[in-house]
């Protein structure tokens, strides 16, 4: 769909919110169709993009890394 979507789940750190805002705006324009909204889809386009950041850092926070595994797998021994 998007091949220019870029990665985000870096080893070293976690994605800004701007990093976010960013994606979550390029999958809603993708999907929509609009690059700008018209004034009357605003609203709905907006919250769409805050939505989709919100539940992508939600998302983020909740992975677990092969470090964390390896950690619970030591502990259950």
Do not use: W
């Not at 960013?22 to 386009?45: E, H, I, M, T």
């Amino acid at each position: 769909m998007c091949r220019n979507i870029r990665k985000l789940r870096q080893p070293d750190r976690a994605p800004t919110d701007q990093e976010l805002h960013d994606a979550a705006l390029q999958f809603v324009r993708k999907v929509s169709g609009y690059r700008v909204p018209s004034r009357a889809n605003r609203a709905a386009f907006d919250r769409a993009v805050a939505n989709i950041s919100v539940a992508t850092r939600a998302l983020f926070n909740n992975l677990a890394s092969k470090d964390d595994l390896k950690k619970k797998r030591r502990g259950s021994r």
